[in-house]
């Protein structure tokens, strides 16, 4: 029998003769789509200054030039003149798939009436929801449950089908058996669980391999759970897995050439994920001055998702309050030590219908940034995290055309980043409030 991939050649081979066979022509090539922006003033967070009375030349989905004086004469205009404009904005740690869970409740709810079709419909709409906030890129980190389905917002996305971020997504993450809910059930249900199960070196492995195979771009563990405050005032925890399997899950994936997110929130989490070798430390909120100067050292990226824990932390109680402060304290101390820190929120942990993305921003600047470090993190910093650089996180030529506008200045007020008047994309406009030419 033919292999269909030979079938397909053979057909597109034919086809092709048989064009040239009656003398059509190629299509020309459709004329690059040409935009002129006007910025009254445009947030360059890679030089951490602001330019005033600047033109971005858009061509297709790509920044052609960013210069100062008047717009071209041979391309439409968008006056943004009496606006902020930065780069679109990045979101290193959401989950599409979720719509809020401070309690038990609200997850296991989630995960046994909803099925995955209606979260992914869920999915799209949230998707829809970070765009208009300003996010133009988000790193999915992981389905809850949800199997790959965020692999097909993604592609459902990036075909144009539906508007949303760019996106980065993990899939279906990792604890070993009876680590991750659900749990407490009868032992005669079959139920759900939030994450894949694995266990031992091999199983590692096979699930890296077989989560890259569907599509996941990270690879996300859950490196603790059952987290404590002991005497020392130092948060502690339960590690997941024993040392070998991290470590088998965190060479098989950077062998893979993906990158590896550690969930850990106390310090025995934190440590065990540093020995493995992760590059990103999602939560963090027991990190400890030591570990502090090892992940400056290693370079690992701290993303504290602040925003989620101030949302869950009344509803669970407990630790859970005290948690704030630490990660307060924590945030403070690493900042001096050099710790890089990427902007995530964790939105889908809480409601993404209630809490805007941008509040995270206040919390940074609350906890001692200054509003353009605030901005850094979201933008420069976050591509970096994601490989990003040479396309994303910057206004400048070569980079894809994703922008965002306010009225106001955030370097003087960070809350304005909640109040986004504009959203391009990839040189398309999905929201306008600006100039009200109205978006798709
Ligand atoms: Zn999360």
């Given at each position: 029998?033919?292999?269909?991939?030979?079938?397909?050649?053979?057909?597109?081979?034919?086809?092709?003769?048989?064009?040239?066979?009656?003398?059509?022509?190629?299509?020309?090539?459709?004329?690059?789509?040409?935009?002129?922006?006007?910025?009254?003033?445009?947030?360059?967070?890679?030089?951490?200054?602001?330019?005033?009375?600047?033109?971005?030349?858009?061509?297709?989905?790509?920044?052609?030039?960013?210069?100062?004086?008047?717009?071209?004469?041979?391309?439409?205009?968008?006056?943004?003149?009496?606006?902020?404009?930065?780069?679109?904005?990045?979101?290193?740690?959401?989950?599409?798939?979720?719509?809020?869970?401070?309690?038990?409740?609200?997850?296991?709810?989630?995960?046994?009436?909803?099925?995955?079709?209606?979260?992914?419909?869920?999915?799209?709409?949230?998707?829809?929801?970070?765009?208009?906030?300003?996010?133009?890129?988000?790193?999915?980190?992981?389905?809850?449950?949800?199997?790959y389905a965020d692999v097909d917002v993604k592609t459902?996305?990036?075909?144009?089908?539906?508007?949303?971020?760019?996106?980065?997504v993990?899939t279906?993450?990792?604890?070993?058996?009876?680590?991750?809910?659900?749990?407490?059930?009868?032992?005669?249900?079959?139920?759900?669980?939030?994450?894949?199960?694995?266990?031992?070196?091999?199983?590692?492995?096979?699930?890296?391999?077989?989560?890259?195979?569907y599509g996941a771009?990270?690879?996300?563990?859950?490196?603790?759970?059952?987290?404590?405050?002991?005497?020392?005032?130092?948060?502690?925890?339960?590690?997941?897995?024993?040392?070998?399997?991290?470590?088998?899950?965190?060479?098989?994936?950077?062998?893979?050439?993906?990158?590896?997110?550690?969930?850990?929130?106390?310090?025995?989490?934190?440590?065990?994920?540093?020995?493995?070798?992760?590059?990103?430390?999602?939560?963090?909120?027991?990190?400890?001055?030591?570990?502090?100067?090892?992940?400056?050292?290693?370079?690992?990226?701290?993303?504290?998702?602040?925003?989620?824990?101030?949302?869950?932390?009344?509803?669970?109680?407990?630790?859970?309050?005290?948690?704030?402060?630490?990660?307060?304290?924590?945030?403070?101390?690493?900042?001096?030590?050099?710790?890089?820190?990427?902007?995530?929120?964790?939105?889908?942990?809480?409601?993404?219908?209630?809490?805007?993305?941008?509040?995270?921003?206040?919390?940074?600047?609350?906890?001692?940034?200054?509003?353009?470090?605030?901005?850094?993190?979201?933008?420069?910093?976050?591509?970096?995290?994601?490989?990003?650089?040479?396309?994303?996180?910057?206004?400048?030529?070569?980079?894809?055309?994703?922008?965002?506008?306010?009225?106001?200045?955030?370097?003087?007020?960070?809350?304005?980043?909640?109040?986004?008047?504009?959203?391009?994309?990839?040189?398309?406009?999905?929201?306008?409030?600006?100039?009200?030419?109205?978006?798709?």
């Amino acid at each position: 029998m033919l292999p269909t991939r030979a079938l397909f050649l053979l057909l597109s081979v034919s086809l092709a003769l048989s064009a040239t066979a009656y003398g059509q022509a190629q299509p020309a090539k459709a004329a690059p789509r040409r935009i002129a922006i006007r910025a009254g003033h445009l947030v360059d967070p890679k030089g951490a200054r602001t330019l005033d009375n600047v033109v971005i030349e858009v061509e297709d989905d790509r920044i052609a030039a960013v210069t100062r004086g008047s717009a071209p004469s041979d391309r439409e205009v968008i006056d943004l003149s009496q606006f902020t404009v930065l780069p679109g904005l990045i979101d290193l740690h959401t989950h599409v798939l979720l719509n809020g869970d401070i309690t038990e409740e609200d997850y296991d709810h989630q995960l046994l009436k909803d099925s995955i079709p209606y979260r992914a419909i869920l999915a799209g709409r949230n998707a829809r929801i970070a765009l208009d906030h300003g996010f133009t890129t988000i790193r999915d980190l992981e389905t809850e449950g949800a199997m790959y389905a965020d692999v097909d917002v993604k592609t459902a996305i990036a075909r144009g089908e539906i508007p949303g971020p760019r996106m980065q997504v993990a899939t279906r993450a990792m604890t070993p058996t009876g680590m991750y809910p659900l749990l407490g059930y009868s032992w005669e249900l079959k139920v759900p669980t939030g994450v894949q199960y694995v266990d031992g070196v091999d199983g590692a492995r096979k699930a890296v391999r077989e989560q890259v195979m569907y599509g996941a771009d990270w690879i996300k563990y859950y490196s603790d759970r059952s987290y404590r405050f002991e005497a020392d005032g130092v948060l502690h925890s339960m590690v997941n897995f024993t040392e070998e399997e991290a470590q088998a899950i965190v060479n098989e994936a950077h062998r893979l050439g993906k990158k590896v997110a550690a969930h850990a929130i106390g310090s025995d989490g934190i440590a065990a994920a540093l020995r493995a070798g992760v590059d990103t430390i999602e939560h963090g909120v027991g990190l400890t001055e030591p570990l502090m100067e090892e992940m400056a050292k290693k370079g690992t990226t701290w993303v504290p998702t602040v925003m989620v824990l101030a949302y869950v932390a009344p509803g669970r109680g407990g630790n859970w309050t005290r948690m704030i402060e630490l990660e307060k304290s924590a945030f403070t101390k690493a900042r001096k030590r050099g710790v890089k820190v990427g902007f995530g929120t964790d939105a889908g942990g809480s409601d993404w219908k209630e809490l805007g993305q941008a509040r995270e921003f206040q919390y940074y600047t609350d906890y001692g940034m200054s509003p353009m470090e605030a901005i850094q993190s979201a933008t420069v910093r976050a591509a970096e995290v994601l490989g990003w650089e040479d396309r994303a996180g910057a206004v400048e030529a070569g980079k894809w055309a994703d922008l965002v506008a306010v009225a106001g200045d955030p370097l003087k007020d960070i809350r304005e980043l909640a109040r986004v008047k504009f959203v391009m994309k990839g040189g398309v406009v999905y929201k306008d409030e600006a100039t009200r030419r109205g978006g798709p």
